[in-house]
């Protein structure tokens, strides 16, 4: 059963040369098991064909707000039933009309009569997208907690290039896969730690590691999208998500104070940083100078911070590890799991192309200390982040 299983979604389509792509979406989301209603408006109407979307949803498409045979009053039946509204592709006239509360044919009427959870995916040519006015209108909607999926660079109706351009079918899957399965983590605490640390060597150099922090930032905004209440420490405040409470940190023993200081009152912890093993023993004060020649850098071992924390573990909480493998991925996964006394350990092999650091994407499997194991095929980050989250959620209630 996935997330979107059983879930009514009403699809509204407007008038963008992007509307052929929610065609796509219409499928993937049917594909996963959601019950979609599609509504288009006149503008939609101009660009793809009803019988086109009638044929791939699960019911029939709708086009008006009068003479419904079935209903007089659609967009009640429509808002009320909603698990969710999306908008793909949201126009800067549908975004303008849903600021202002405007209902002017079925789509806005829809939208007016639901409590549903609405999420828009804007997209329109660059001049458009970066006018004062449609930003102001998606941000007083965001404050409303209206979810935007924003839009991505690349080629634009008429042949050109920029911002603008509706984010792909995948990404917007993923967005309504995170808002309806969002609350499994309500009243929980998640701490996750992302990023390489540095270990000075003098004032100016360090040794670090070629992590982006991206891996542990997705896991924390999809904990924080589901409800939990989420500590970051992360070597890399700068990318950090919203949302969620950031403790920076750069070195090792930085990260394994603040860990030990934010772990007892954490339900699940994901150690997602790669945390140096090894530290220069002494830091120079000021810059070493080449002319002095090559310095001796004594290495000394770092804590392990997931061995303490695993250590530490109460019976009621959730430690999660990684294993970053070059060989031997499970053997060395399963080893770490059993030595450092966790629940679970995602492992990656990361000398695969595109697995791990810097990469939007990885490749992983997720151990489990009962034996058994998810596997989770090149997908994003974020995809990975929230099967992680589902392997605690699924911990967590065999604990209680
Ligand atoms: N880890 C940690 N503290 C360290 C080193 C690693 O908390 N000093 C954590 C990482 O955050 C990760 C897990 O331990 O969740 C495994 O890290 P990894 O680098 O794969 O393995 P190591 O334990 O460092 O062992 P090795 O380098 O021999 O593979």
């Known amino acids: 059963?996935?997330?979107?299983?059983?879930?009514?979604?009403?699809?509204?389509?407007?008038?963008?040369?992007?509307?052929?792509?929610?065609?796509?979406?219409?499928?993937?989301?049917?594909?996963?098991?959601?019950?979609?209603?599609?509504?288009?408006?006149?503008?939609?109407?101009?660009?793809?064909?009803?019988?086109?979307?009638?044929?791939?949803?699960?019911?029939?498409?709708?086009?008006?707000?009068?003479?419904?045979?079935?209903?007089?009053?659609?967009?009640t039946r429509l808002g009320q039933s909603a698990d969710l509204i999306l908008v793909c592709p949201a126009t800067a006239r549908i975004i303008s009309?849903?600021?202002?509360?405007?209902?002017?044919?079925?789509?806005?009427?829809?939208?007016?009569?639901?409590?549903?959870?609405?999420?828009?995916?804007?997209?329109?040519?660059?001049?458009?997208?970066?006018?004062?006015?449609?930003?102001?209108?998606?941000?007083?909607?965001?404050?409303?907690?209206?979810?935007?999926?924003?839009?991505?660079?690349?080629?634009?109706?008429?042949?050109?290039?920029?911002?603008?351009?509706?984010a792909e079918p995948a990404t917007i899957l993923a967005a309504v896969e995170a808002v309806l399965s969002a609350g499994d983590l309500q009243q929980q605490t998640v701490l996750v730690t992302a990023g390489g640390t540095r270990e000075p060597i003098d004032a100016v150099r360090y040794i670090g590691n070629r992590s982006s922090g991206r891996q542990g930032h997705c896991i924390a905004s999809e904990a924080r999208n589901r409800g939990a209440s989420v500590v970051l420490i992360t070597t890399r405040p700068d990318t950090a998500p919203a949302g969620v409470r950031v403790v920076a940190v750069e070195t090792a023993a930085e990260m394994a104070s603040a860990c030990a200081a934010e772990a007892p009152a954490a339900d699940v912890i994901v150690m997602a940083a790669a945390v140096a093993d090894f530290r220069p023993e002494q830091r120079v004060?000021?810059?070493?100078?080449?002319?002095?020649?090559?310095?001796?850098?004594?290495?000394?071992?770092?804590?392990?911070?997931?061995?303490?924390?695993?250590?530490?573990?109460?019976?009621?909480?959730?430690?999660?590890?990684?294993?970053?493998?070059?060989?031997?991925?499970?053997?060395?996964a399963k080893s770490k799991l059993a030595a450092k006394n966790l629940d679970a350990i995602v492992a990656n092999d990361v000398s695969k192309p595109q697995v791990g650091f810097e990469h939007a994407t990885n490749e992983v499997v997720i151990l489990l200390a009962d034996g058994s194991h998810v596997d989770?095929?090149?997908?994003?980050?974020?995809?990975?982040?929230?099967?992680?989250?589902?392997?605690?959620?699924?911990?967590?209630?065999?604990r209680r």
């Open 97 to 166: 009309d849903v600021r202002t509360g405007r209902s002017a044919d079925l789509l806005t009427a829809t939208i007016l009569a639901s409590r549903a959870p609405l999420m828009i995916c804007p997209a329109m040519h660059t001049e458009m997208w970066e006018q004062a006015s449609v930003q102001e209108n998606l941000a007083v909607l965001a404050d409303r907690s209206v979810v935007i999926v924003p839009p991505e660079s690349g080629r634009l109706a008429g042949g050109d290039l920029g911002h603008g351009r509706l």
């Open 1 to 75: 059963m996935t997330t979107l299983a059983g879930r009514r979604i009403v699809l509204g389509v407007t008038g963008g040369i992007a509307a052929y792509k929610a065609v796509e979406v219409c499928r993937r989301l049917v594909d996963a098991g959601a019950h979609v209603t599609p509504v288009l408006t006149d503008g939609a109407l101009r660009m793809v064909g009803e019988t086109t979307f009638s044929a791939l949803a699960s019911e029939p498409a709708r086009t008006r707000l009068w003479d419904d045979p079935e209903t007089p009053i659609p967009h």
């Open 285 to 332: 004060d000021g810059k070493l100078k080449k002319g002095d020649g090559p310095p001796p850098v004594q290495l000394v071992a770092t804590e392990d911070i997931l061995a303490s924390l695993g250590a530490a573990k109460r019976p009621d909480q959730v430690v999660i590890g990684f294993a970053a493998e070059t060989n031997d991925l499970l053997a060395n």
């Open 376 to 398: 989770v095929a090149l997908t994003e980050k974020r995809e990975v982040a929230r099967r992680v989250l589902d392997a605690a959620v699924s911990l967590l209630s065999e």
